[in-house]
């Protein structure tokens, strides 16, 4: 039975392999390793493969189980399987099936999704650890959609994943700025990590879109070198802003429907909090014992919240806050009408910007200066993320399964998944790829808002600097700075 699914696998990854050539226009390669002999997974690399370094697939037997991932749904448009039944004829479905059934080949396994509302999953997983019943072998649960993540982790419900020595947590699998930001207490303990495995958690990046078209008819250069060379700040950011701005036979830039003007960035309130995690700024540091404290009383975090102020005035068209959907007034049909040259959303809007009529390009969150040394792209705080519940009777073959899945997705799924990201009218911009892979590699969120510790000033700062509101910085980080430093020491006290 073995040797014949094994053979229908191979099958089906060679019929796959002939659609993703002609679709996907991949061309790289890249091995893997098993033991004493080579062993490829699924696809021969693709344009923006992450990684083409060797890997050792554990030899460990399932005996034929099912392998249950507890996995999230939305209303919110997000691509959300992480199982299919059979090829489907599109390219990601068919990456996502083809990953699954070489794991389910290399472990002797039958991977499993249950599906789940976003806002119930921490629930789910509350109650089921606090039973003592081993109901799921890994889950995505939100960081913070209906409860906290870290009130399950206080609880005792998740595992130390560093406590798993088949999870290779230190590869670019893993979502490297995520691991570090997520590390608390003695021994840097990481109870949540970022990876490819559920799509979603690659769409729940932030990033810029920009209208190619129009900023090459404005004589603007395209910015994607001013990336490459560090020099994509606020300031480069809201130069652009301002070069695009045009009333365009309007009376004023009162949002009109049926008008004519031309706005230089919209976006919703996300985008505040977009903002300060690009500008590497913290709620919350860690010192290299895994201690938290507050962040938000520096010179240069109170520097950059009011430079984010500056940016998203709504005045004389500069930045244009839209955020209602129902009746049109949203950033994305915005966006996608020509109406504004920058918008800001999550990497999913990629989708519906897909049938533009004319270009458009990626690019991550603005720096806040020259001097900083990285890009930072924020990850939206319902951002599912992979725990082992604490009730797992398997860890370590737990552990060398979502490896190999978060290898061979970054493989051969994120590849699909950037392409189709990109496309227009078979357009592959290979530049929006390129910068795919700043945005994907730097995406995390804060460890305040996976605690609970932070939440409402980070609320605070979405909702009134996001949509142009009064907000004194100063006085809302010392009306602040009390509340979260109880919420930290709180937690910490469990783990001493």
């Not at 083409?52 to 939305?74: C, H, K, N, S, V």
């Not at 893993?174 to 559920?198: H, P, R, V």
């Not at 404005?218 to 300031?235: M, Q, S």
Request: hydrophobic content about 40%; aromatic content about 10%; glycine content about 6%.
């Amino acid at each position: 039975m073995k040797s014949i699914k094994r053979l229908l696998f191979m099958m089906l990854a060679v019929l796959f392999l002939l659609a993703t050539v002609i679709s996907c226009s991949k061309n790289n390669s890249g091995s893997g390793s098993n033991n004493n002999q080579t062993d490829a997974s699924p696809s021969d690399g693709g344009a923006a493969a992450a990684t083409t370094e060797e890997y050792i697939y554990p030899q460990m037997d399932g005996a034929g189980a099912d392998f249950r991932i507890l996995a999230p749904t939305t209303t919110w448009f997000f691509y959300t399987a992480i199982t299919h039944d059979a090829m489907t004829g599109d390219v990601l479905d068919d990456a996502i099936y083809t990953r699954n059934r070489f794991i389910e080949s290399k472990f002797n396994i039958n991977i499993k999704e249950i599906s789940m509302d976003i806002a119930k999953i921490n629930a789910q997983l509350q109650k089921t650890t606090l039973a003592g019943s081993d109901e799921y072998d890994a889950a995505f649960c939100p960081a913070n959609s209906s409860g906290n993540i870290g009130a399950l982790i206080t609880q005792n419900s998740f595992c130390n994943l560093r406590d798993i020595s088949t999870l290779n947590l230190d590869k670019n699998w893993w979502n490297q700025t995520m691991a570090k930001e997520a590390a608390i207490g003695a021994g840097n303990k990481l109870y949540y990590a970022g990876c490819g495995i559920d799509i979603m958690t690659l769409q729940c990046v932030s990033c810029v879109f920009f209208n190619q078209d129009m900023m090459t008819n404005l004589g603007l250069e395209l910015p994607y070198n001013t990336v490459r060379n560090g020099k994509w700040t606020f300031d480069a950011f809201n130069q652009y802003q301002k070069a695009a701005v045009n009333l365009n036979g309007d009376a004023s830039f009162k949002w009109d429907k049926s008008g004519k003007a031309i706005y230089g960035f919209t976006s919703y309130e996300d985008c505040a909090a977009a903002l300060l995690e690009g500008s590497g700024e913290r709620f919350i540091k860690t010192d290299a014992n895994g201690t938290p404290s507050l962040a938000i009383q520096g010179e240069r975090f109170i520097n950059v919240l009011i430079k984010i102020q500056t940016m998203l005035k709504q005045q004389d068209g500069e930045y244009l806050y839209a955020n209602d959907i129902s009746s049109g007034f949203h950033c994305e049909p915005i966006f996608k009408n020509g109406r504004a040259l920058l918008n800001m959303e999550e990497l999913k809007a990629a989708d519906v910007f897909r049938d533009m009529e004319v270009t458009f390009g990626i690019l991550p969150i603005p720096k806040y200066d020259e001097t900083q040394q990285n890009y930072y792209c924020h990850l939206i705080y319902q951002t599912p993320v992979l725990v082992i519940p604490a009730t797992n009777q398997k860890f370590d073959f737990t552990g060398a399964v979502l490896d190999a899945m978060a290898y061979v997705s970054n493989k051969d799924v994120t590849p699909v998944l950037f392409d189709v990201s990109v496309s227009q009218k078979q357009l592959r911009n290979d530049d929006s790829i390129d910068m795919l892979q700043i945005i994907k590699n730097s995406g995390s969120f804060d460890v305040g808002c996976a605690y609970g510790w932070t939440n409402t000033f980070y609320d605070d700062i979405r909702n009134n600097i996001g949509q142009d509101k009064k907000f004194d910085v100063s006085s809302q980080i010392e009306k602040s700075v009390d509340k979260i430093n109880a919420n930290i020491a709180k937690t910490m006290t469990l783990f001493q």
